[in-house]
């Protein structure tokens, strides 16, 4: 279980064309994970979600224990039975959410003191409580309880932090008594220092985690930045480990992620942007709303497969939006999920038949085109 | 096209089984017909109404014209193609909105002007209006403009809005010039006076409507006069054609209309109680934010045969609906329809086998079981 077979590597990128096995199933990485924040993806079934050649989803430590609990969710037996997914799931630790959702919050050695944001009662987390959550909600991949720093943060802040992370990950390793059922990955942290990132990977090396994520990008710095760390970052990772990078990104982020050897992404984007009527398409951004869409009775995007594609005009979707009709949460969401998904499909097509540098090449070329 | 066939008539009560065949398909009787106010029936694909036995749907006149207007749809090949529905589409005239809707009106021989309820902006609209836009939104049931005047209302007043809507039905068949495409209804109005539903059906009869309305019901009035008016009025009309009873109603109201000799029913009742977090079910009402349900894991109806019911337990349901989840629409949606559409299988069934009868006394002693 939990074994990572690397079926493919590029001669000419970082780019990597993996296998992890789970309990709930197989995932073909590179990989893109749909959000089910609140154990639902939102506006989707779960039915849906399959159809469309979803292989995992993520859901939400810090979200389900404030509501409705993991306790309940045990009682239903589990995240899986809850939200009739049968696939896997991977779950955060909850600690991005506490560092940036959460009201006012103490730091200690122990975890975290915060407010919840539903109805400011006191909640504390740490590395134990983070992992007793995520083992009621049984999902197959679990994250180690850390703190995602902002960017910027001072050194030393970011330093001690790292240390810190480092030592919850070996109280979630000591804490998870089930590691043939589920998965435990470890987060690297550092911001953008890369001397903290390697400290970070020191650290947690040792501890021999089944999968190591890539955190505390993606939280406001630019573009050109995140790109400067993932151009070293996964390669201090070990090479027969799968490497998630936590809450990316667009379908360019995606692209330049698995160019230096990323195989997992999240990311709420299509899901939210989906429900403010945007969507992302072969022929670049849509914008529903624009009245230039007011006639236009051909598809949101004529090179895609999905039911939105195949059975609606964006003259209807655009109807369907100015109306706040739930069927247009409904259908663009359905169209960005599988555009993500299909991306990461032709991504791993082109890897395997050692074409994925020019497929990537045409794919910048036609967005650049297109914005 | 547009024939009405009376396939069995019931010994025991006014109960009929028919069949009303139109351009997109046949129509078995009698029906419950979902509402697609906005030319979507709120929060399902039409792949979904299709796949839980939905025979026809309904869409509003009014509605479609102040937004997004019926040339638009006229230039998508008609409100079939715009919103993806192959199956009969019926359209109200807008009368009801016009009256029970719009801002403040002027009613005139002509027609009523009115302020839009979404911009305020001044809107004629008159018979010839209301055919027009049904022409262009390509339904296979139109309705005639009508005043659906209010219960209670003065005799006088009641008498004079009769006569009036029954020389716009007189308008509307003239500018209806395309009979073989599209059915036109007659709507008969009349209040809760019996001399005046007379009045109305006299001055329809002699137009030969390929089907009748009984508009002017559910409106306010007790449950006792509406079944005190269904006593009545469905008698006044040709056996040979179908009686549809407008915005009505819940599961006990629709058995109540069929045993009165009703074929067609509509109503925005299921799917606006499902967004609310209510469901119908065989062992009553569930409100499905009650704390009752909060570890109960069973389905909301464990009779039901629908996707809500066979995925997804009340505990999961409930979280949904208190986290505000779109989901939680469409499940509900999706088992309040199937809930109405099913009864009515079972109502047919019932009328065919000459068992309606005792499956309606049953139904209604279930019914006073679990309330």
């Not at 939990?2 to 990597?16: D, P, Q, T, V």
């Not at 089930?178 to 987060?187: H, M, T």
Request: glycine share 8%; with cysteine.
């Amino acid at each position: 279980m939990f074994e990572f077979e690397l079926i493919k590597k590029s001669n000419k990128s970082k780019a990597r064309r993996g296998r992890f096995t789970t309990p709930h199933g197989v995932i073909e990485t590179p990989v893109f994970m749909p959000v089910g924040t609140q154990a639902t993806v939102k506006a989707m079934t779960t039915d849906e979600l399959k159809a469309i050649g979803a292989m995992i989803i993520l859901s939400n430590t810090y979200h389900l224990h404030v509501r409705p609990g993991s306790e309940l969710i045990r009682q239903a037996g589990g995240l899986h039975r809850f939200m009739n997914w049968s696939g896997p799931i991977l779950t955060d630790s909850g600690g991005f959410q506490v560092f940036s959702l959460a009201g006012q919050r103490k730091i200690t050695e122990d975890g975290v003191t915060f407010q919840s944001h539903l109805d400011g009662r006191k909640i504390f987390m740490g590395p134990e409580e983070a992992v007793a959550i995520q083992h009621n909600l049984g999902s197959d991949i679990m994250m180690v309880f850390d703190e995602c720093t902002p960017i910027p943060a001072e050194y030393d802040y970011v330093r001690d932090s790292v240390d810190r992370t480092t030592r919850w990950a070996k109280r979630c390793l000591e804490a998870h008594d089930r590691p043939d059922k589920q998965a435990l990955f470890g987060i690297v942290q550092g911001g953008l220092y890369p001397e903290l990132r390697q400290r970070s990977v020191e650290g947690l090396i040792p501890l021999d985690f089944p999968g190591y994520a890539i955190g505390g990008l993606s939280v406001g710095e630019s573009k050109h930045d995140m790109l400067e760390a993932l151009d070293y970052i996964p390669d201090l990772l070990p090479e027969n480990k799968p490497r998630y990078l936590m809450g990316v990104g667009t379908p360019a982020d995606l692209v330049d992620g698995v160019l230096r050897g990323v195989d997992m992404f999240d990311c709420v984007a299509p899901t939210r942007i989906a429900r403010h009527g945007m969507a992302w398409t072969s022929q670049g951004d849509v914008s529903i709303k624009q009245s230039r869409y007011e006639q236009d009775f051909t598809p949101l995007d004529p090179e895609c497969g999905c039911d939105t594609c195949r059975n609606y005009s964006k003259a209807y979707l655009r109807h369907l939006f100015k109306a706040g009709e739930i069927l247009s949460a409904r259908l663009m969401t359905m169209h960005n999920l599988y555009y993500m998904i299909d991306l990461m499909s032709q991504v791993r097509q082109a890897i395997e038949s050692d074409t994925f540098e020019d497929w990537a090449e045409n794919f910048f070329a036609k967005q650049a085109k297109t914005r």
